[in-house]
């Protein structure tokens, strides 16, 4: 029989919404619903070509939102001025440009050593990153310990973790391009900043971001790549992501292939 909920029974509302923003929604519907077959009999398509005119203010009066270009820029201006790791987490706490701030409990900088020549870059914190405040520490974090592990480096002493994107998205979704593009000057300097010997890319959007192409990790991994620093060009690693070998177990063979070519680039 079914149970119908009474009202001590619904959620929250405050819970609700926050459900909802964990959901990655964006938007509402309306309690009603509408009937687009009458609304398009109503419809008139006009071909007339608006005038080019400025954007409006918005209802305070004041400017409009900052463009997409705009908020790069300040991004890009913002991770220039930095001159140490811990001024560029200044600077990513203090840059407002991107969404996913307002929505995330914590800014996830880095965990590992700063004094290692080994960069891992990730995509982006998960749920418990983004509670915790540090990249890789849920399950996928325990299995690429487990992984580097396997060919006798620790996070503690041997190697240094970051993310293309240092807020979750919402519902863990993929991060959209213009979210990469925002964040990648803080990125960039980060590398910078670090100067590693070599940079590990975890997963498809961190090599597609770093590498500029849109080819799929599965042709990207396993292969080497420079990344110029300065003068210098650093050898730059794609690897599944751990959370994808989670999920697709059989793939751990591969993944097994590049690890072993990651420690003999080391030992060259």
């Known amino acids: 029989m079914m149970k119908i909920a009474t009202a001590e029974q619904e959620l929250d509302p405050i819970q609700l919404l926050k459900w909802y923003v964990e959901c990655g929604v964006d938007e509402t519907i309306s309690d009603q619903p509408v009937n687009w077959f009458a609304e398009n009999e109503n419809i008139h398509i006009s071909q007339t070509v608006k005038p080019n005119n400025p954007p ?24 220039a001025g930095c001159d140490s790791l811990s001024a560029l987490n200044a600077a990513i706490l203090e840059f407002d440009g991107c969404s996913l701030k307002k929505t995330a409990s914590n800014t996830v900088f880095c965990d590992g050593n700063p004094d290692s020549d080994i960069m891992l870059i990730g995509e982006a914190p998960g749920a418990d990153e983004d509670r915790i405040g540090k990249p890789f520490v849920g399950q996928a974090g325990q299995l690429l310990d487990r992984m580097f592990a396997a060919i006798d480096m ?14 979750r998205p919402p519902g863990n979704r993929k991060p959209t391009d213009q979210e990469c593009d925002m964040c990648l000057p803080f990125l960039k300097r980060h590398i910078e900043l670090f100067k590693p ?12 971001a770093l590498l500029n192409t849109k080819t799929g990790i599965t042709r990207l991994r396993g292969k080497w790549h420079d990344y ?21 177990p059989q793939f ?17």
């Not at 010997?197 to 090599?207: C, P, W, Y």
């Not at 110029?228 to 697709?248: T, V």
């Not at 751990?252 to 060259?268: F, Y």
């Open 252 to 268: 751990k063979k591969q993944a097994w292939h590049d690890l072993l070519a990651i420690k003999e680039k080391l030992v060259s």
């Open 228 to 248: 110029p620093l300065g003068d210098e060009k650093i050898p730059m690693m794609p690897i599944y992501h751990p959370a994808y070998l989670l999920r697709q």
């Open 197 to 208: 010997k070599l940079i590990v890319l975890i997963g498809g959007t961190s090599a597609t």
């Open 56 to 79: 409006a203010r918005n209802a305070s009066g004041s400017a409009p939102l900052a463009s997409n270009r705009e908020l790069i820029e300040t991004a890009e201006k913002l991770a």
């Open 154 to 167: 620790k996070r503690e002493k041997d190697f240094y973790i970051t993310n293309v994107l240092p807020w």
